[in-house]
């Protein structure tokens, strides 16, 4: 008989004979949609932050400026709408032929223009160039003459007109003009008022040149000032030949901001005689006629969209330039 073979007792280690597993299975790659890094809270927030100035913008300078232009081929005097009457450019050629304080008032605008870029201007270089050198107390001087940029120019005007006060006031004091019989009249003489009130709007024009230039004179490449030492360039030459011609960039934003500040000025002038006895301007006539015992509106605007027109012949074409510049950048 054959032997029949004895069994191997299984071990542990061997899995039990039976079916084989299946293999373990990869699992599907499930497909996730952007995750939204902003909530829903985070989302009404930031609608609000940006749609409030928005609609604000919109509303106080868009829709305003709008209406000013379509008021001033209008005649009314603000009370109800259905008073509102066509004219055409009735108001425009009264503004540009019979009124006598038009003309004026342009004048003046440009000599406050002239005045401006004249005297503060370079003065504004002149300290921006000096604090540049990194003298002693430099933050200190930089404080004390751009602290008239922050004040407001109605508190500019009254502090100014303590100064031309012709009884008590500083420079008649000095000068010995304040005595009956004496006194110079800085505010209400037509002959001297103007030219008080650009004096005013001069010492708080500088501190801002100051400001705008002392930035442009931050980007100038250091390397370029050592290698004009190196030739044997002054440091007048080195300004002329190398560091001005840098600033070109800063003299375009420097003569566009001056000519903003010719077109809007008022707070100085309204707060010392309301644009009267030979400060006329054009900001003064347009609140004088709108919100003034005249309540010409329509006349008002004909004066605003004037003053617009001015203005964005100084802004567009800066703009343009400004774009054409960042397109080649």
């Known amino acids: 008989m054959t032997a029949t073979p004895a069994k191997v007792p299984e071990t542990a280690d061997e899995p039990a004979p039976g079916p084989a597993p299946a293999p373990a299975s990869t699992p599907a790659k499930v497909p996730h949609g952007h995750k939204r890094l902003l909530t829903r809270r985070d989302r009404l927030t930031l609608g609000l932050m940006a749609g409030v100035p928005t609609i604000l ?70 300290l921006a160039v000096q604090l540049d050198k990194r003298i002693r107390f430099s933050r200190v001087y930089q404080t004390a003459f751009f602290l008239p940029v922050v004040v407001s120019m109605a508190v500019i005007g009254f502090v100014w007109q303590l100064v031309y006060n012709p009884d008590t006031g500083l ?80 003299n375009t934003v420097v003569l566009v ?22 400060t006329e301007l ?3 006539l347009v609140t004088n006629n709108i919100i003034g015992e005249s309540s010409r509106i329509g006349y008002g605007s004909a004066i605003a969209v004037v003053l617009l027109v001015i203005s964005l012949a100084v802004i567009i074409p800066y703009l343009i330039a400004t774009f054409r510049k960042e397109r080649r950048a």
């Open 57 to 126: 913008h919109v509303a106080l300078v868009w829709l305003t400026a709008l209406a000013s232009i379509a008021l001033a081929f209008t005649t009314w005097d603000g009370i109800g709408f259905d008073s509102i009457t066509w004219v055409g450019l009735q108001n425009f050629r009264e503004l540009f032929t019979s009124n006598p304080q038009f003309w004026p008032a342009v004048e003046h605008n440009v000599v406050w223009f002239v005045v401006l870029i004249l005297l503060p201007t370079p003065f504004g270089l002149f």
């Open 171 to 250: 420079i008649n004091s000095l000068i010995g003009a304040n005595k009956p019989g004496h006194y110079i009249d800085w505010i209400g003489d037509p002959d001297l008022n103007l030219w008080a009130i650009l004096v005013a709007a001069s010492w708080r024009h500088a501190g801002y040149m100051m400001i705008l230039y002392l930035a442009g004179l931050k980007g100038v490449d250091p390397a370029l000032r050592e290698a004009s030492a190196l030739d044997g360039a002054g440091e007048w030459q080195t300004f002329k030949n190398v560091v001005f011609p840098t600033l070109r960039p800063t």
């Open 257 to 278: 901001v001056t000519i903003i500040e010719a077109l809007r000025a008022f707070d100085l002038v309204f707060v010392f005689n309301k644009g009267a006895q030979g």
């Open 282 to 284: 054009l900001s003064i």
